[in-house]
T-cell receptor, first 116, second 114 residues
Framework: GAVVSQHPSWVICKSGTSVKIECRSL??????MFWYRQFPKQSLMLMAT?????????EQGVEKDKFLINHASLTLSTLTVTSAHPEDSSFYIC????????????FGSGTRLTVV | AQSVTQPDIHITVSEGASLELRCNYS??????LFWYVQSPGQGLQLLLK??????LVQGIKGFEAEFKRSQSSFNLRKPSVHWSDAAEYFC????????????FGDGTTLTVKP
């Protein structure tokens, strides 16, 4: 079945530094991947749509200069949180799907970011 | 705009009892509907999905859901709950043309009593 790998699982960084999170589709190609953010005990909020070979599409209210998305290949999308601050601490999850409808939508295992 | 409502924030059931988690959606066209489960600190696992066809869909781990267009509902059911089913459950809706861009409900936390 379709597998999406996300790395790292958790990361702690200092305020002002940048952190990169990787999302890989292991056994399929994904022209589109999605990045979500989840606060504790809350639902998932779509941040942006990552498009292979082109610019990401950001949801309203999401700072594109803070959350840089790069989808350089058909199997890899990266989310870089720039100049991180404690309020950026959250659980970040990516998702992707093969083009065939039968697979549904596969999520990565998530990355817990803590900014200190 | 599409939206999903999960009316129950928290449900507690006894092990072996039946379970129904409610989900109501608002969407202007034919929706893609999903149920996901999330264990603490983990990503989401797809339980089942509805795209078209038979309105009663079977999923993994013994779960099923029924799509009722007239009620705009997609409730999740399981006849006999196991302690390992304790988790957070999310209902989601996506557009047929771009179903990966899903809108999620706020989730229902399931607690299973021994």
């Amino acid at each position: 079945g379709a597998v999406v790998s996300q790395h790292p699982s958790w990361v702690i960084c200092k305020s002002g530094t940048s952190v990169k999170i990787e999302c890989r589709s292991l056994d399929f190609q994904a022209t589109t991947m999605f990045w979500y953010r989840q606060f504790p005990k809350q639902s998932l909020m779509l941040m942006a749509t990552s498009n292979e070979g082109s610019k990401a599409t950001y949801e309203q209210g999401v700072e594109k200069d803070k959350f840089l998305i790069n989808h350089a290949s058909l199997t890899l999308s990266t989310l870089t949180v720039t100049s991180a601050h404690p309020e950026d601490s959250s659980f970040y999850i990516c998702s992707a799907t093969p083009t065939q409808e039968g697979y549904g939508y596969t999520f990565g295992s998530g990355t817990r970011l803590t900014v200190v | 705009a599409q939206s999903v409502t999960q009316p129950d924030i928290h449900i507690t059931v006894s092990e072996g009892a039946s379970l129904e988690l409610r989900c109501n959606y608002s969407y202007g066209a034919t929706p893609y509907l999903f149920w996901y489960v999330q264990s603490p600190g983990q990503g989401l696992q797809l339980l089942l999905k509805y795209f078209s066809g038979d309105t009663l869909v079977q999923g993994i781990k013994g779960f099923e859901a029924e799509f009722k267009r007239s009620q705009s509902s997609f409730n999740l059911r399981k006849p006999s709950v196991h302690w390992s089913d304790a988790a957070e459950y999310f209902c989601a809706v996506g557009a047929r043309a771009n179903a990966g861009k899903s809108t999620f409900g706020d989730g229902t936390t399931l607690t299973v009593k021994p």
